[in-house]
């Protein structure tokens, strides 16, 4: 398949982002006296939330890995697309475009919210998974014009 070292391409660049920010989000320590406050304040008030009663920091955590979550889906289903065959590429097709369509919010969710490092890796990703839509599409092309 023509979009196979694309897909690859940015199925590492997914996991790293993934990992990343699974190791990230937990090791954040504040380095000012008012931000370890915060910390601590987000631990100590406890509320109810559904069935269930948590904190602050419970809801960052829990956040965290569910956005964890996510990332390493992405990373293993671009993978997976990699080795999609011909019968696929059309399915294929649409799930690299809406894992790219998410890679392009979190440019501007990155730029907005957390900073230049995290929307490289989405802009990367994105033009990595922008790359592999176009060469699946010549391929599409191709396979139907020997016909």
Request: contains cysteine.
């Amino acid at each position: 398949m023509r979009a196979k070292l694309p897909l690859r391409i940015s199925s590492m660049i997914l996991f790293l982002f993934a990992l990343g920010h699974t190791v990230g989000f937990q090791t954040f320590r504040p380095s000012s006296k008012e931000g370890v406050a915060v910390m601590d304040a987000m631990r100590s008030v406890p509320f109810a939330f559904g069935s269930a009663t948590v904190n602050w920091m419970d809801l960052y955590l829990g956040f965290g890995f569910a956005l964890s979550v996510n990332g390493f889906f992405s990373a293993i289903l671009a993978w997976r697309l990699s080795i999609s065959t011909i019968a696929e590429v059309a399915l294929a097709r649409t799930i690299i475009w809406l894992l790219c369509a998410t890679q392009v919010a979190s440019i501007f969710l990155s730029i907005r919210y957390f900073g230049a490092l995290q929307a490289w890796f989405s802009l990367v990703s994105s033009a990595a998974l922008v790359w592999s839509a176009i060469r699946l599409q010549a391929q599409s092309v191709s396979s139907t014009s020997v016909r």
